[in-house]
């Protein structure tokens, strides 16, 4: 992966831990900016009119959230999971 990961959490976030844990799991190199302990990191996220974590930058991709799915397809990671939006609900029709 040439394209920089940039991890935006807070203190206390599990879906924060989780994208973490996911991006080690995967042995990826990215780089931890977390937002309760450094108000830069807080004014960073803010001019990008994000207010929540995890936010996750992949080069110019931003993924908001724990979205498994999506940060697979964006990262590349091959999967045995359908092509169809995996963050999403899905309804079954009868």
């Known amino acids: 992966m ?3 990961i940039v991890v ?3 203190n206390n976030c599990s879906h ?3 994208v973490v844990a996911r991006l080690e799991e995967w042995e990826l190199d990215y780089e931890v900016r977390n937002v309760s302990d ?3 990191h807080f004014k960073e996220l803010q001019q990008e009119k ?3 974590t995890p ?3 992949i080069g ?3 993924i908001l959230g724990y979205q498994e799915g999506k940060l697979k397809r964006t990262l590349g990671i ?3 999971i359908p092509v169809a939006n995996t963050d999403a609900f899905n309804y079954s029709y009868k």
Do not use: H, L, W
Request: aromatic letters at 12%.
């Open 2 to 4: 040439d394209q920089p």
């Open 55 to 57: 936010a996750t930058f």
């Open 78 to 80: 091959m999967t045995d």
């Open 50 to 52: 994000i207010y929540g």
């Open 60 to 62: 110019d991709e931003r």
């Open 8 to 10: 935006y959490v807070s």
């Open 38 to 40: 450094n108000k830069t």
């Open 16 to 18: 924060c831990d989780k």
